[in-house]
């Protein structure tokens, strides 16, 4: 079974802090995803990244970065983080672009920002 | 970008089978229609997929309009694991290696003993 790791289930940050999210993969997949999840607005994605070192914006990236530095694992990094951040995040990836290809997600990261 | 709707909540009563909508009125020829569900505190799960004939899996059917404006998720006996939200998404390539998925808001489906 392919498995998508998020390393917390939940996390408690202070605004300003640097925060990182990390996510594995170990099914050799190309593509990775984050999205955030709020109530009443599903989930959006944030980045996502095809290849090491390549990463493309989603629809809201303002306030995030990501790093991509061995194929399986996908950082997502809040430089400083602020209230407005506090939501559900989760991993996703699929092994290679195509229509027809199954995502698969981690379990996702609770982040609440103080 | 092509959009989905769904409603936003559905019921249905256990054992029986559940209907589940998706409009995707600017769809084009080389869309995929994706569901997906989510389980309180889980993330998201593959369902089906498909693109234009109907589709069947251990989990459900797909029903896809000649059109492809419209489609329909079939559970075919509901049971209480079921209660989820249920993602109706395109999956479009973009190219180069990339592609956007949109996602709708979802239908939650809440299933009565």
New interface residues.
Partial sequence: DVKVTQSSRYLVKRTGEKVFLECVQDMDHENMFWYRQDPGLGLRLIYFSYDVKMKEKGDIPEGYSVSREKKERFSLILESASTNQTSMYLCASIEAPGRGNIQYFGAGTRLSVL | DAKTTQPNSMESNEEEPVHLPCNHSTISG???I?W?RQLP??????VI?G?TSNVNNRMASLAIAEDRKSSTLILHRATLRDAAVY?CIL???SGA?????T????TKLSVIP
């Avoid at chain 2, 505190?41 to 593959?46: A, C, D, L, M, R």
């Fill in positions: 080389t869309d995929y994706h997906y505190s889980q993330g998201p799960e593959y997929h693109l993602y999956r479009l390539y290696g990339s592609y956007q998925l996602f709708g808001k979802g």
